[in-house]
């Protein structure tokens, strides 16, 4: 089993910065793929960030140019860097890992979510 704990969300003004952490402990050899989702009230969750073996990213198209997700491989960190905040990114983020090199809708190992809250 992985545990993923997640850290570093708050209140910020719209085009401020908040950094996020994930820190996966557990049985963490398979894990191949990490990255970040995010669900706020009424709307679907999102996946944000994706990065595999701590080289290829990928992003969604409303974060594109503004987050940046990394790895720490010998400690088994990922962060997810957000600059200009919007009031859109208001959401619970979520760290997940698979086995795969991707992502899928229902990844093995969630964390338990840090809320981010943008104000305007």
């Known amino acids: 089993q992985v545990q993923l704990v997640e850290s570093g969300g708050g209140l910020v003004q719209a085009g401020g910065s908040l950094r996020l952490s994930c820190t996966a402990s557990?049985?963490?050899?398979?894990?191949?793929?990490m990255g970040w989702y995010r669900q706020a009230p009424g709307k679907q969750r999102e996946l944000v960030a994706t990065?595999?073996?701590?080289?290829?990213?990928k992003y969604a198209d409303s974060v594109k140019g503004r987050f940046t997700i990394s790895r720490d491989n010998a400690k088994n960190n990922v962060y997810l860097q957000m600059n200009s905040l919007k009031p859109e990114d208001t959401a619970v983020y979520y760290c997940?890992?698979?086995?795969?090199?991707?992502?899928?809708?229902?990844?093995?190992?969630w964390g338990q979510g840090t809320q981010v809250t943008v104000s305007s």
């Open positions: 557990g049985s963490i050899f398979s894990v191949n793929a």
């Open positions: 990065i595999i073996n701590g080289r290829q990213t």
């Open positions: 997940a890992a698979s086995p795969e090199m991707i992502l899928p809708n229902t990844p093995k190992f």
